[in-house]
């Protein structure tokens, strides 16, 4: 069950991670889950979450919105974040559960 809600209005630039929350604990097993849209549609952009590890784990997608969760897959501290992976800004929008 989340245990935080929060929205996204926010415009990502072009070929960065963008950290959207401040570190938070999480345990294996865990859930996050994204429910956005964004502009332009074709981009490409990953929603995920930096794990303890340092490492960016996450769900791409490319058709303009994601309606999915993503597991933990270890114990610690967490950060959401999004990769905008093409060469220009997007505009994401939606809720983010965790």
Sequence with gaps: ??????????????????????????????????????????ASVDFGFIAPDGLFYS??????SINKSIE????????LAIRNNESYAVTVTGTVKY
């Design 1 to 42: 069950m989340p245990r935080v809600a929060g929205n996204l209005n926010n415009s990502f630039p072009a070929k960065l991670i963008s950290p959207i929350t401040q570190p938070f604990s999480a345990a294996k097993g865990d859930t996050i889950k994204y429910d956005c849209t964004y502009t332009p549609k074709s």
């Design 59 to 64: 769900l791409n997608s490319t058709s303009g």
């Design 72 to 79: 933990v897959s270890q114990t610690g501290q967490f950060t």
